[in-house]
């Protein structure tokens, strides 16, 4: 384990914390309403941000107003940034001119808002406005890892990784479901070589198999993306779809010719929920049953998964310099909120 120091006067800036991999709704930007946090108290991420082997944005002029660069820290922010649960931040008190111009909280666009208590040194950046993840970035240069003790991080196996559900609370589709079928699908995009690639049915199919046929070129499959992982078969031929294990960040170790890995809860629901439709099915139930057990909230649209995130994903994937990806990217970049998604 290890709690950050600031790097200019050395006092602890943190709670003892244990690294685990970014999740891929960490850049998301969902909606209007508050947020949860993004990460679990005790752990940290770091985000490689800008690690990008091909830039497809023209650089834009940064303006700047009264003296202040403006900067938006809360979609990305410097490379290898690092991202703590709120809570377990340590001795630091906001910088009063960087709060401005926020909804509901904090977002970050003039750059860090919070500053070492001790010698006011800028440090890191809280983001919790409406349609955020709730997360403290802190700047890479301001901080340093210290090494603590403390009990050793258990590294869970996959058979004990837990599912998330493809619908929230309230009977919208999961944000995070959004974002982690978007970097699958950018992933599989990657691997395909432009060539149509079939999915199994049912759940896979549900998540899948509307964005394929919109951004794939027609005709017939000639690639197909088949489950593996802990406790399906290990017979892959072609494009397996595997869980990435949320604190190591490793994919799931598979012989297959191409590998698309999938956040482990999502996966875990897609291999072992095959009696789950992910389209609205109450409707086809029959009277008596539902009668005496009222159909749970489903949403009222197709699954749509979320095109900014896909095209950040696929902004640091290799292939995206080949001819014909860069052609499906700028096609979403010019419509990223189009069928197929959202
Ligand atoms: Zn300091
Ligand atoms: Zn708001």
């Known amino acids: 384990m290890v709690v ?7 006092a602890v800036m943190t709670a003892r914390v244990a690294r685990v ?23 940290y991420v770091v985000d490689p941000g800008e690690d990008r082997p091909w830039e497809p944005r023209q650089p834009e002029p940064e303006p700047e107003e009264h003296g202040v660069r403006l ?10 940034r690092i991202g703590i649960a709120p809570g377990d931040v340590r001795g630091t008190v906001f910088i009063p001119d960087r709060l401005g111009g926020c909804c509901c909280g904090w977002d970050g666009q003039y750059g860090p808002n919070l500053a070492c208590a001790g010698c006011g040194r800028p440090v890191a950046t809280r983001v919790d406005d409406c349609g955020f993840w709730q997360v403290v970035w802190l700047e890479p240069d301001a901080v340093r890892p210290v090494a603590v ?9 996959w058979p004990e990784l837990p599912s998330t559900p493809p619908v929230d609370a309230l009977g919208f589709w999961s944000p995070p479901w959004e974002a982690a079928v978007a970097v699958a699908l950018a992933h599989l995009l990657a691997v395909s070589g432009g060539k149509r690639v079939s999915v199994p049915d049912g759940p896979v199919a549900e998540a899948f198999r509307r964005a394929i046929d919109i951004l794939f070129p027609p005709g017939p499959p000639e690639r197909h993306l088949v489950l593996a992982g802990p406790g399906l078969s290990a017979a892959i031929t072609d494009i397996a779809l595997v869980p990435r294990h949320p604190q190591t960040g490793e ?3 598979c012989d297959a010719g191409a590998v698309v890995p999938m956040a482990a809860d999502v996966w875990t629901y897609l291999a072992y929920h095959d009696d ?35 095209l950040s994903t696929l902004e640091r994937l290799a292939p995206v310099r080949q001819p014909w990806l860069r052609r499906i990217y700028d096609r979403v970049k010019d419509r990223p909120y189009m069928d197929p998604f959202v």
């Open 4 to 10: 950050f120091a600031c790097a200019e006067c050395g």
């Open 21 to 43: 991999a970014l999740p891929d709704h960490s850049s998301q930007k969902y909606g209007h309403d508050l947020l949860s946090g993004l990460l679990e108290p005790g752990t």
């Open 71 to 80: 900067q938006t820290y809360c979609i990305s922010g410097p490379p290898n």
């Open 149 to 157: 003790d403390g009990p050793v991080q258990r590294v869970l196996d």
């Open 251 to 253: 994919a799931w170790p």
């Open 276 to 310: 789950r439709r992910l389209v609205p099915a109450a409707h086809g139930m029959p009277a008596g049953v539902r009668r005496d057990d009222p159909p749970p909230l489903l949403p009222h649209h197709l699954f749509r998964p979320d095109g900014r995130v896909f």
